[in-house]
């Protein structure tokens, strides 16, 4: 599976934030001639109590890790293969086996699979182990939680091509983690509830606009009500909808924020970033080139 548009990145930017003067100069590092950096996460991976990155190049085929050399410096990228046409689309850091060394879990949506690289003392990753996700089925993302509560990582996929799973989160306040799902073509959004034996209820469906491409879904309490809500990206209607939890794995009707004519938004993010306690959404704007 390719994509309808060119994306022609090939770099990451790394912006450093100054205590006096708020963000600093950004740096810039390659990922390689037309590589397509699809998504970027960051942990140690060598083990040195520094903060390294990891990004998904999503056309050349392999992952890039950029080791920091300290001061919000980094090295030049490291390369680590995926599979042959895997187009890999996502990544989530996490310590799968217990080892106390980070891993990565990577979506290749080309190759139908899920990729987990594991750490390897100061290497920092072994060789790639696949897992096969389904017929056609083309992961574009990933996540990370323990669904079966056996405190174990386990590893959930959005599969783009047989329109399923995506993130994770306790909507009904049983202390089992959930699955929320962000149906791309559709209009709709579905929420599957945790059973408490690692199974899953039958998917429930909240509508989410007449049109409504829906690459990208985050869960989070951005209202503060303790209830966790779910924020969606319309990458058709150039909007973002935001379902509020009422606590008992039902939500509010559609809340929509425009973005803007021509956007097209399609990554989300979450994070604190101004400090005042409240949860941020940052969102990428596809035909914007921004966020």
């Known amino acids: 599976m390719t994509d309808n548009w060119t994306l022609p990145w090939s770099s990451i930017i790394v912006t450093p934030l100054e205590y006096s003067f708020g963000i600093g100069q950004q740096i810039t590092y390659s990922t390689g001639t037309d590589s397509g950096p699809h998504c970027v996460a960051v942990g140690d991976f060598n083990n040195d109590s520094r903060v390294d990155i990891a990004v998904v190049n999503h056309y050349n085929n392999f992952i890039g890790i950029f080791e920091e050399f300290g001061y919000g410096t980094f090295g030049n990228e490291m390369i680590y293969p995926t599979e042959s046409g895997s187009l890999s689309r996502s990544l989530v850091v996490a310590d799968f086996n217990d080892d106390k060394l980070l891993d990565l879990a990577v979506a290749n949506s080309g190759a139908s699979s899920a990729g987990v690289f594991f750490g390897y003392c100061c290497d920092p990753f072994r060789n790639q182990s696949t897992y096969d996700t389904g017929n056609n089925s083309h992961p574009s993302s990933v996540a990370v939680g323990d669904p079966n509560n056996d405190n174990q990582s386990d590893i959930v996929v959005a599969n783009y091509g047989t329109n399923n799973i995506?993130?994770?989160?306790?909507?009904?306040?049983?202390?089992?983690?959930?699955?929320?799902?962000?149906?791309?073509?559709?209009?709709?959004?579905?929420?599957?509830?945790?059973?408490?034996?690692?199974?899953?209820?039958?998917?429930?469906?909240?509508?989410?606009?007449?049109i409504a491409l829906t690459p990208a879904a985050v869960v989070g309490d951005f209202?503060?009500?303790?209830?966790?809500?779910?924020?969606?990206?319309?990458?058709?209607?150039?909007?973002?909808?935001?379902?509020?939890?009422?606590?008992?794995?039902?939500?509010?009707?559609?809340?929509?924020?425009?973005?803007?004519?021509?956007?097209?938004?399609?990554?989300?993010?979450?994070s604190d970033l101004n400090s005042d306690t409240q949860l941020d959404i940052v969102i990428e704007n596809r035909l914007k080139n921004n966020i």
């Open 166 to 210: 995506v993130d994770l989160g306790e909507f009904n306040g049983d202390r089992w983690l959930d699955i929320a799902v962000a149906i791309h073509g559709t209009n709709y959004t579905a929420v599957l509830l945790e059973s408490g034996d690692g199974s899953f209820a039958k998917q429930t469906f909240h509508w989410i606009g007449n």
């Open 223 to 270: 209202n503060s009500d303790k209830q966790l809500n779910i924020i969606l990206s319309n990458d058709a209607s150039n909007n973002i909808g935001i379902l509020y939890g009422y606590g008992n794995g039902t939500f509010e009707t559609l809340n929509l924020c425009s973005i803007g004519y021509n956007s097209r938004p399609y990554s989300l993010g979450m």
